[in-house]
């Protein structure tokens, strides 16, 4: 009788363990809230896999990197011109919330899209103290391509300017908006439900 009763026990543990285990993450959407709401979800689908940009990794020559390779933690995707008040503000705001993580957990990257040569950027990114932002050149040509049609990337027709990539490299938000990140705890709070993947 008392190995039944353990055996029933010990059942109904481990149903209720794996039950709460196959629990499915928070709707993202259910984070959206007081600030959090100037982030809107993706529902493109893309990945980071179909993203590639040029940029330079360490000391080595500018190259096109696809996206997947940074795959294991945030990246914030955000676009800009040294000739854009708006855009360097939106970059301090970025580089207060890198510093605040840490590089290896969030990393973002700004996209100077303008075609210009991949060392002018980098020296204008160090003049404007963003030396510790990851600095790119532009988006490989098939990534416009490909991403012509799709809405929530028209940075060219006053469209989307920062999106952000959860770890497993989906696409999870954007915002046309200049956040402050760091000083707004409904953002940083979403921001850290995704470094978890609890969304």
């Known amino acids: 009788m008392r190995y039944t009763r353990f055996s029933f026990l010990t059942l109904c543990f481990v149903s209720f363990f794996t039950a709460a285990s196959a629990v499915q993450a928070i709707d993202i959407r259910d984070y959206l809230v007081a600030e959090a709401s100037l982030l809107e979800p993706t529902v493109s689908g893309i990945n980071s896999s179909h993203i590639s940009v040029r940029m330079r990794q360490g000391d080595e020559e500018s190259r096109l990197v696809n996206l997947s390779e940074k795959r294991g933690k945030v990246l914030v995707l955000t676009t800009w011109h040294e000739r854009s008040g708006a855009s360097r503000v939106n970059l301090r ?69 920062t999106w952000v990539i959860d770890p497993k490299g989906e696409f999870r938000l954007l915002t046309d908006t200049i956040l402050y990140w760091v000083d707004m705890p409904a953002v940083m709070e979403l921001i850290e439900a995704l470094i978890e993947g609890d969304v």
Do not use: C
């Open 93 to 161: 705001q970025l580089q207060r919330l890198q510093r605040k993580l840490g590089k290896d957990v969030l990393e973002v990257i700004a996209i100077h899209d303008s075609g210009i040569h991949f060392a002018r950027v980098a020296r204008e990114m160090e003049r404007l103290g963003f030396g510790d932002l990851t600095v790119a050149q532009s988006f490989g040509p098939q990534v416009m391509r490909d991403l012509a049609f799709q809405a929530e990337f028209s940075m060219n027709r006053g469209g989307r300017f």
